[in-house]
């Protein structure tokens, strides 16, 4: 989108029922609503780079996208506007290594919803396979990251690698999700937490209504690790999460 000029304009850009192999849609600080609609995806990655600008909104639904990549959809020096949201709705994302990854997810003010997919990957070989990657999460100012209501088959359903900061009433939540976790090298976990985590500032923390099979619920890499928390309202929950065999931490 850089060569795009629209100054205090929205971009819309709708990609409705087609067959990508490989695409890169890089924001250029514009205000843009981009749509991935009844689309196939079935080599290469779709990858969002850039920064795109306050209250933009990325679309993708009803596609299928499948490739032999290590990600489907890739998220790299991506910088989300102020109250910019991002939906993944209804999909089909299968790739090696990650279905979904976020390099780093800075949000302020939006949110990211990720709801009804099917997201699976195939490699177990390194142990941080997941069908939602977050390197390094960092939700403030009401900002929100929901996963809601997907099939998950992989090593990990998501992993959080780097620091992850929730503050000023942000929103981390897992619900509702059927994890199918894939075992061949490690133990497969529905939510993987590899790096700090603080949660301040009336934010909360949400793994609720989850079916687990075979899988752990939580699991923290190192014993020393500490979920740290502060501030009046602040709140974790881990509620109704349903597991078949596994241990539940």
Not at 155 to 174: A, C, E, H, M, P
Not at 188 to 199: E, Q
Request: charged letters at 20%.
């Amino acid at each position: 989108l850089w060569s795009l000029d629209a100054p205090q304009q929205t971009l819309n850009i709708t990609l409705l029922q087609c067959v990508l192999m490989g695409l890169s849609i890089r924001g250029s600080g514009e205000r843009a609503h981009v749509n991935v609609k009844s689309s196939m995806l079935d080599s290469g990655e779709l990858e969002f780079e850039g920064d795109f600008g306050a209250s933009s909104q990325i679309l993708v639904v009803g596609s299928r996208l499948v490739t032999k990549s290590d990600h489907a959809i890739l998220f790299v020096r991506f910088t989300f506007g102020a109250n910019m949201t991002l939906l993944l709705l209804d999909n089909h994302i299968e790739a090696n290594s990650y279905a979904v990854h976020f390099s780093i997810a800075v949000v302020d003010g939006g949110g990211i919803i990720v709801k009804g997919n099917t997201l699976s990957t195939r490699e177990d070989d390194d142990g941080v396979e997941a069908s939602v990657c977050v390197n390094a999460l960092d939700l403030r100012n009401d900002g929100y990251f929901d996963v809601e209501n997907n099939t998950m088959s992989s090593v990990n359903g998501v992993i959080l690698l780097g620091d992850t900061t929730v503050s000023s009433s942000g929103l981390l939540r897992v619900a509702d999700c059927t994890f199918i976790g894939r075992k061949k090298y490690f133990d497969p976990t529905l939510v993987y937490l590899s790096g700090s985590v603080r949660f301040e500032g009336g934010a909360q923390w949400r793994v609720e209504g989850n079916s687990v099979g075979a899988a752990s619920v939580l699991t923290i890499q190192y014993s020393w690790q500490k979920i740290r928390l502060s501030g009046s309202g602040t709140t974790v929950a881990l509620a109704h999460n349903r597991q078949l065999k596994g241990s539940a931490l």
